[in-house]
């Protein structure tokens, strides 16, 4: 589920509002001086070593269909499509083969705009799961699996060393994609991004244990690069709207 999103100020239309906004003034230009990346996330213009002479399946296969989210709610339309695209690419390699966008997603899966839409509250990680297993199952160049993988905070290091193992296979298979489900801000350090969000993991650098999120809150972000044990916390948090924990989207054909 998506929460209401970052804070922004909008244009005085009433007294009450201006107080308001008056009010509101020194914590927004408080929040203005914190910097969007926290200490643990790495801006990946600032470091693309890892991508330097090396064939890294998934992000070559994701990054040239890095979309932004069209709406605050569409963290998993967006994260979606990049996968649908890599997915599907070898399929629609034609003249007449359109890349998967907004429109035909909705169409694929009408989830996609039920959960974005102003009674939307985007998806939890089980809806999401439950929708491209749904869309996934008369897909074209099928078959595919989609499960959902939750971890358990209880007993941190096994369960660290479980995601890092799912993390390492998926990095060295092309053919299998991950969506994580996560509260941004655990990952970013930006309280602002308080939010439960989606988004594809577009590599994993084993040497450095950190993953490459391809946020696509490309409003704010480019992809930017966490310590895995980041993930993990941000994915073991609980969705206000289950009570369950958020996870990963594995999906693979
Ligand atoms: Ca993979």
């Known amino acids: ?13 009433s007294f009450i509002a201006l107080v308001l906004i008056l009010a509101l003034a020194p914590a927004a230009e408080a929040a203005k001086s914190k910097p969007k990346y926290g200490k643990n996330a790495v801006p990946l213009a ?22 932004p989210q069209h709406n605050d709610k569409a963290c998993g339309v967006a994260s979606s499509i990049m996968v649908l695209n890599a997915l599907f690419a070898a399929d629609r390699n034609t003249a007449d083969g359109k890349n998967v966008d907004v429109e035909e997603i909705q169409k694929l899966a009408p989830a996609y705009k039920k959960h974005t839409g102003t009674k939307g509250k985007g998806f ?47 990095e060295k298979n092309p053919r299998d994609f991950i969506l994580a489900n996560f509260l941004q801000s655990v990952l970013t350090g930006d309280p602002e991004g308080s939010v439960g969000h989606i988004a594809p993991i577009g590599a994993f650098d084993a040497r450095k244990k950190r993953v490459l999120i391809l946020d ?8 930017y690069w966490v310590p895995y044990e980041k993930l993990f916390d ?19 054909h």
């Open 124 to 170: 939890t990680v089980d809806e999401l799961g439950d929708t491209l297993t749904k869309l996934l199952e008369t897909a074209e160049g099928g078959p595919y699996t989609v499960t959902v993988e939750r971890f358990d905070g209880k007993d941190k290091k096994a369960e660290m060393k479980r995601l890092e193992k799912l993390l390492a296979a998926n």
């Open 234 to 252: 941000g994915i073991n948090t609980t969705d206000s709207s289950t009570s369950k924990s958020r996870g990963l989207v594995v999906v693979s």
């Open 46 to 67: 600032e470091d693309s070593a890892y991508f330097r002479g090396a064939t890294k399946t998934d992000f070559w296969k994701l990054i040239p269909y890095y979309v």
């Open 1 to 13: 589920m998506m929460l209401p999103t970052r804070t922004r100020l909008g244009n005085p239309v």
């Open 216 to 223: 696509p809150d490309r409003k704010y972000y480019q992809p």
